[in-house]
């Protein structure tokens, strides 16, 4: 009897392959004597092939690519047994017969359903991580925050009206319903501005998940090679010969690298940080975006100009800036000014203005007390207070010995920045035909000096609060007491400011661990001989040095290991 022998039922002209099994395959038949050699043979029948003779037989469409298989046996087995193949049932009531057609009906739907949407989801996915959209977003916001920065945000809209006029428009064709229809007097807590925002953060999220997440995932596999040539091809390869895997994986290890050996490979990698870096950017990205969506949409801001001496309640001078402003509690609390005063350069100048706070409760215990100034401002319970501007309030005057009587200050308009105040104390006036009210003019650019005019509008002399000094008027004293000043508050609650301080933090680091090179080395015992090669993605010149540096060591430490086998087998001699 022939042995082996084989039954071979497919087409003899398809090529067929051969590969070794892992375990012998199950006889379809239970003869104990018989014991199946560990090869195998596969080949695909095709549809409708050549049979013996040129014969065509059919074949079933359900088996047109199944993958047949061949054994050999030491011994010609027996004829398998005949498997009993599974009757359909006959009978049923037609009821279970439809509701069993629904439910296949159902399920496949169900399965075309998740399909279609796996797909879209895929495509939506692809189409948002795609560099050049994110880098179009990022040029559009910062075109809208540049545009932000020139147009003055949060007027009135009877400015834009009068700033952008549509029978002169700014640049040929602005007028005021470019600013104000689509909410660019208020730029950063506009639709436009936000729905950018929204888009850039899914196409950050979409580019670490198809992107960054998958990479960081090859990079932490340990692939051990086995092919010499294949470590050649590595940007830097090199050989190195009576040497081994072990000598060069201690070298590695004081290099930093991690090293892992496998039989006659060894796999080693350092920098794993640097490919972790690019998700930690991104996640800082969203962290700031997220911030600025907040402090957009959750903030409250108010302003007010306090004179020294008076009160004013936080919540009454706070507007909401979006439809996640929450006011807090500690809008219950007071702020009273104790005192406002101002500093001047030699030339007379204003140098700094600071006002003298105190913050109260409701129960009247004074919280918290601070002199701000410009750039130094006060927080309490997230709220913060700057120091913004500064007014002329009142004068203070003595006439003939009466008063003192508080005469109040009004801003008058002039060209350009300065600022100026003037008031006015009436006179009795002896002659009744004249029905004209006569009387003192004071004019002052500051608190520290005021200018006097008579009732015919005539210079008459300059004084400072400070002096004391009358001076005679028409017939009248008068001496100023005091020039009482005014604050300008700016009041602000920014949820996001933490949010966006942290995200640009996490922003810069992780922007320097990015720079870290993700250096990779494989190597392979081939006799006495050791292939090694290796790749990063970074500072490749640097690498190539690093490796020529780490490889000439080698020889030093296999020389040294040979002194110490030498010496250990002389001291056992």
């Known amino acids: 009897m022939p042995s082996p022998a084989s039954y071979l039922l497919l087409n003899p002209a398809k090529p067929f392959y051969l590969r070794r099994l892992s375990h012998p395959p199950t006889p379809p038949y239970p003869s104990p004597r018989l014991h199946a050699r560990r090869l195998h043979v596969s080949c695909d029948a095709p549809r409708g092939s050549g049979g013996v003779g040129g014969r065509r037989e059919a074949i079933p469409a359900g088996a047109s690519k199944a993958k047949k298989q061949i054994v050999f046996f030491d011994a010609a087995p ?148 086995h092919s010499g040539e294949r470590i050649k091809k590595q940007e830097f390869a090199d050989c190195l010969p ?19 050996t496998k039989g006659p490979s060894l796999y080693a990698f350092k920098g794993l940080a640097g490919r972790y870096a690019p998700i930690g950017v991104h996640l800082a990205m969203l962290f700031i975006m997220a911030g600025a969506t907040l402090s957009a949409t959750g903030s409250f801001k108010g302003s007010v100009d306090v004179p020294q001496g008076l009160n004013f309640v936080i919540g009454d001078v706070m507007k909401p800036r979006g439809v996640l402003s929450v006011a807090p509690d500690v809008f219950n609390t007071e702020v009273h000014v104790n005192r406002f005063y101002m500093e001047y350069y030699d030339s007379g100048e204003v140098l700094q203005f600071y006002s003298d706070l105190s913050l109260f409760n409701l129960d009247g ?13 006060l927080r309490y319970g997230g709220i913060t207070i700057y120091q913004t501007d500064w007014g002329f309030s009142a004068l203070q005057v003595k006439k003939n010995g009466e008063g003192p009587f508080n005469l109040a200050m009004a801003p008058l308009k002039l060209n350009g920045d300065k600022k100026l105040f003037g008031t006015f104390l009436p006179l009795e006036d002896s002659d009744s ?124 430490l296999i020389g040294a290991n040979h002194e110490n086998v030498v010496d250990s087998k002389s001291t056992a001699t």
């Open 78 to 225: 027996p004829v398998a047994q005949p498997q009993p193949q599974p009757q359909p049932q006959q009978g049923g009531s037609a009821a279970e017969k439809g509701e069993s057609g629904k439910a296949t009906t159902k399920e496949g739907g169900g399965n075309a359903a998740l399909a279609l949407l796996r797909r879209a989801t895929k495509k939506t996915l692809s189409a948002l991580s795609n560099l050049p959209l994110a880098i179009s977003e990022m040029f559009a916001i910062a075109a809208l925050m540049a545009l932000g920065t020139v147009i003055d945000q949060g007027e009135a809209p009877s400015y834009y009206l009068e700033k952008f006029p549509e029978d002169n428009p700014v640049f040929g064709f602005i007028t005021w319903r470019w600013i104000l229809t689509p909410g660019f007097d208020h730029m950063f807590s506009s639709p436009v501005f936000l729905g950018l925002l929204a888009l850039l953060a899914a196409s950050l999220m979409a580019c670490t998940y198809t992107t960054q997440l998958p990479m960081v995932k090859v990079a932490r596999r340990w692939s051990f090679t």
């Open 242 to 260: 009576r040497a081994s895997i072990q000598d060069l994986g201690v070298i590695l290890m004081g290099a930093g690298y991690e090293v892992f």
């Open 365 to 377: 215990k004074e919280v918290m007390r601070k002199t701000i100034k410009v750039n130094d401002p």
């Open 433 to 556: 035909s004249n029905p004209s009210v006569k009387g003192i003019s004071m004019l002052a650019r500051d608190l520290q000096s005021i200018v006097l005019y008579d009732q015919d509008g005539k210079f008459v002399g300059v004084r400072r609060p400070s002096s004391k000094l009358p001076i005679e008027i028409n017939g009248n004293e008068i001496l100023i007491e005091d020039a009482i000043g005014s604050t300008g508050l700016d009041l602000k609650t920014d949820p996001g400011v933490p949010i966006v301080y942290a995200g640009f933090g996490a922003l810069m680091l992780t922007t320097c661990i990015s720079y870290l090179s993700h250096s990779q080395i494989w190597a392979l015992q081939d006799g006495s001989t050791v292939v090694v090669g290796g790749k990063t993605n970074r500072a490749k010149l640097e690498f190539s040095e690093e490796m020529n540096r780490l490889l000439d060591k080698v020889p030093e």
